[in-house]
């Protein structure tokens, strides 16, 4: 299983770059976890939007969906083109799908998530927990059938909920919104500190600390994170890329 980060920004993207926004690859399948600003545009670095399968919606903040509705557009003009053929599914969790702005059901289909189901999608497997956020907000966990396993959090405030659904994964892509001196600011995102405890308690593989701050020695977080895991942890960056 590929892992690349197309952005790893929260709030807005720095120059050239994206918010929220990753590329799960395995065998022929390709998947895409949030589609925040910038991200439809880096994600054409590494895929041709024809051939991308699914995308899953964590939540409906604008650094997680700005690119979504650019996306149907894309959909629709490809598939017009005859270089698409299927649909584009697009899960989203979020209170009440009909609220959402899609105009072109024929060409993307919407789905709700639901915390009780599993998506496969080629040969991975895709499940969902329940977050700490203002708005409903999952995490997702990707399990590929070589049983291999990747969490990624979305945006939660500190929870068991995401410690239990991270449990044994082999790599944990975490939110880290904070440095340890803001703990408090805001309950639905994560201190760095906060991230490095989930990790240790989850006995996570290696972490991976994402939609990060403006501003502030991005180092500092990595070490506010070492304090409690004492694995690999590295910083997202646009065009990351492991295989799990
Ligand atoms: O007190 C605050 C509140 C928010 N923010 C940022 O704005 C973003 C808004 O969307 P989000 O909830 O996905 O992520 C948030 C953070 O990245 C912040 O840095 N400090």
């Known amino acids: 299983m590929e892992f690349t980060v197309i952005g790893h920004w929260g709030a807005?993207?720095?120059?050239?770059?994206?918010?929220?926004?990753?590329?799960?690859?395995?065998?022929?399948?390709?998947?895409l976890l949030d589609c925040g600003s910038g991200v439809l545009s880096g994600l054409q670095n590494y895929v041709m939007l024809e051939d991308l399968d699914t995308v899953f919606i964590t939540h409906l903040h604008a650094d997680h969906i700005a690119d979504m509705y650019s996306l149907e557009f894309a959909t629709l003009?490809?598939?017009?083109m005859g270089k698409r053929t299927t649909p584009l599914d697009i899960y989203v969790y979020c209170k009440d799908l009909t609220k959402l702005d899609f105009c072109y059901p024929e060409y993307v289909k919407v789905h709700p998530i639901d915390l009780?189901?599993?998506?496969?999608?080629?040969d991975m497997t895709f499940t969902f927990s329940e977050n700490i956020h203002d708005v409903p907000s999952c995490a997702v966990k990707v399990s590929s059938s070589?049983?291999?396993?990747?969490?990624?959090?979305?945006?939660?405030?500190?929870?068991?909920?995401?410690?239990?659904?991270s449990r044994g994964s082999d790599v944990l892509v975490l939110e880290s919104s904070f440095y340890n001196v803001q703990k408090g600011l805001n309950n639905g995102h994560l201190t760095a500190g906060e991230a490095g405890d989930i990790a240790a308690l989850a006995q996570t593989g290696q972490?991976?600390?994402?939609?990060?701050?403006h501003y502030g020695d991005?180092?500092?977080?990595?070490?506010?994170?070492?304090?409690?895991?004492?694995?690999?942890?590295?910083?997202?960056?646009?065009?990351?890329?492991?295989?799990?």
């Open 12 to 31: 807005y993207p720095e120059t050239n770059e994206a918010t929220s926004g990753y590329l799960i690859e395995h065998k022929s399948s390709k998947v």
């Open 116 to 122: 009780q189901a599993t998506v496969a999608i080629g």
């Open 207 to 213: 972490l991976i600390l994402t939609h990060l701050p």
């Open 77 to 80: 003009i490809l598939m017009q």
């Open 146 to 165: 070589e049983g291999k396993c990747l969490v990624y959090s979305g945006d939660t405030g500190y929870c068991q909920s995401i410690i239990e659904f």
């Open 218 to 244: 991005h180092n500092q977080l990595v070490m506010e994170a070492s304090s409690h895991f004492d694995r690999q942890i590295q910083l997202a960056y646009c065009g990351m890329k492991l295989t799990i």
